[in-house]
């Protein structure tokens, strides 16, 4: 082989090593780690990578508006930042797909061996499934962040696939949660609780080092697939207004301060608790659309992430706010 030449199986490998190392943020000897090479290796092959053009740099000397706007949110609630570019969805345009795409990048940059991730289920974690890298990594369990059973039952299968793309993509183990979103009772859950295969999934999530989730808008304009899939009555709803409910995280309900206290529908949630979530090592917070900053909000003030992957009019909306 020529000097000023990689060969296909090379190039492929260097491009696995750049990948790791730019985009998921990893340290060269995590590199090594993941791909079971030397320290030096993964820096010759980095190297190279420059050489050769596998990988290229593009200066910016003026920062762009998603680095702006990623800036003064991460200065504002204390939180990493990342806010996708969006500049080719149009005005009513799909802008999930970019911040989902953020959401699966930054996810396979902080899962290492034997981590416990805490998976929530709806519409916008099921976009970050359909973008995950394959990131085969030693030891990790995907646990459910809470159950999806209601009425029909009908949607447990579809958070268990969920589930399952996840486990699949780290070469993990799944942990599903066989309980419905909602009790009917406090009693009731509290009487589940006592159950040992549910105090097994309880204990893995309670360990979870990395959570994934998003919240659900009491008053999104395209309404959440837990209001409008039986999970809740009218009766639900007026008392969730009521008492000034903002939205949810995984079936806890919260207000737009933050607080989740004396709401009664969280006494029968199998979600985590928001004290429970906030000893979660990094918490992944992804969300779009400004119909859901309020939300949004009251899960920073909560202090229920450490990160917050939002569209640009998403990441406007909340410092407008």
Known sequence: MAESELSDDERMRTADAAELYYLHNLKVEDVGKRLHLSRSTVSRMLARARQYG????????????????????????????LVADDRDAGADGPRLDPV???????????????MTIAIAWGATVEAVSRQL????????????????????ASNMLNAGQLLDRFAQAFSASAHHFHAPAFFDTATTRAAMWQERSIQRVLAIRRNADVALFSVGALDDEVPDHLYRSGYLDAVDLQELRRE???????????????????????????????DELRKVRTRILVATGPAKRAAVLGALR????????????????????
């Open 54 to 81: 596998v990988v290229e740099f593009v200066l910016h000397r003026t920062p762009e508006q998603s680095s702006h706007l990623a800036n003064r949110l991460s200065h504002h609630f204390g939180v990493r930042a």
């Open 100 to 114: 989902a795409e953020c959401a699966a990048r930054r996810l396979a940059g902080v899962v290492a061996a034997n």
């Open 133 to 152: 890298i394959f990131s085969p990594t030693r030891g990790v369990r995907v646990v459910q962040f809470n159950g999806s059973g209601n009425a029909s």
């Open 244 to 274: 000034g409910i903002v939205g949810h995280i995984g079936t806890v309900f919260l207000r737009e301060d933050g607080s989740s206290d004396h709401i009664a529908i969280n006494q029968r949630s199998t979600g985590m608790p928001l």
């Open 302 to 321: 909560a202090g229920a992430a450490t990160d917050l992957i939002v569209d640009e009019v998403t990441a406007q909306a909340l410092l407008d706010a």
